[in-house]
């Protein structure tokens, strides 16, 4: 039956994935990795979300299971109301798990929120284990900056992790393989977005994992609920997050969280041009639109 035939669609209400909602507060961001998907924003102009509008977005949520906020970009260091924010969150809203992922450009400023106690999980991008750069970006911090930012924040029990892209940089991710069980630092080893490529192939990622575990005698495990493989030892763990989009695995990604975007919309999947207002339409029906959608392929009929 031709779904576009209906009279009339009729969303339950659902929850967000693992009440997980993460928040672009910005597309803008001061570094420019070649790799970057911004949270599918990239041809969008640059916004700044307000205190007002993420709180009335974050309030109505909670409805929806909300238990974790990440504030993302863009890179949510540069907005110029980020000391409001987790503020708010923290302080009015009292959410119990605020999280930021950044470039750590901005280390001073982090250093700062964590010190306030207002951040409960950094996440700090990372590509380079030694360079003058950190990552694929012709601007940025060095990547000593950034280990030294990262040890910083845990010596002051910050749950720090570093997120790294592996596209031709092997030998930085053993090298930051090493360093992270040693300082007993929790890694994330991302898989290259190549955006649906007809030639992508998996297997260069999949053989990485294995040279890790007989490199440094790791034990090996797998998530129940994103199908993703981690290493670990008594020293740390070490996550291969594979790109679902590259392999196709929409069902997977509808149980991970559910994005905002810095135009206050909700975005189903960074590769759809379809967004749901959150703000200026009916919340609780866009809403329901947004969770009824997740895990549709860009090829799929929107509901």
Not at 208 to 233: C, H, Q, V, W
Not at 237 to 249: A, P, T, Y
Request: hydrophobic content about 40%.
């Amino acid at each position: 039956m031709d779904l576009n035939s209906f009279d009339e669609i009729y969303y339950r209400f659902l929850n967000i994935p693992a009440g997980d909602l993460r928040i672009s507060i910005t597309n803008a961001c001061n570094m420019k990795c070649i790799y970057c998907h911004n949270e599918g924003q990239q041809n969008e102009r640059v916004n700044f979300l307000t205190v007002d509008e993420i709180k009335f977005i974050v309030i109505n949520a909670q409805k929806y299971g909300l238990m974790k906020v990440r504030l993302t970009g863009g890179d949510p260091l540069i907005h110029p109301q980020i000391h409001e924010i987790c503020r708010m969150l923290k302080n009015d809203l009292h959410i119990k798990n605020l999280g930021i992922n950044t470039n750590g450009f901005r280390g001073d400023l982090l250093i700062k929120l964590c010190q306030e106690n207002l951040l409960n999980q950094v996440v700090i991008g990372v590509d380079y284990f030694e360079d003058y750069i950190s990552k694929k970006s012709p601007v940025g911090p060095s990547s000593e900056e950034i280990k030294e930012l990262v040890l910083r924040l845990k010596n002051m029990k910050m749950n720090v992790q570093i997120a790294m892209v592996y596209s031709d940089n092997e030998n930085d991710v053993f090298k930051f393989v090493e360093w992270a069980l040693q300082n007993h630092i929790f890694l994330k080893i991302l898989e290259e977005e190549n955006y649906y490529s007809e030639t992508f192939d998996p297997e260069e990622y999949d053989t990485l994992i294995l040279k890790i575990k007989s490199k440094f005698g790791l034990n090996i495990g797998l998530t129940a609920d994103l199908r993703e493989i981690y290493l670990f030892n008594n020293q740390g763990k070490i996550l291969f997050f594979q790109s679902h989009c590259n392999r196709g695995e929409c069902q997977l990604c509808r149980n991970m969280h559910l994005r905002v975007n810095a135009q206050e919309m909700a975005k189903t999947c960074m590769f759809r041009s379809e967004t749901y207002d959150l703000l200026h339409e009916n919340f609780d029906f866009n809403m329901k639109r947004a969770l009824a959608n997740l895990g549709i392929s860009p090829h799929g009929v929107v509901l």
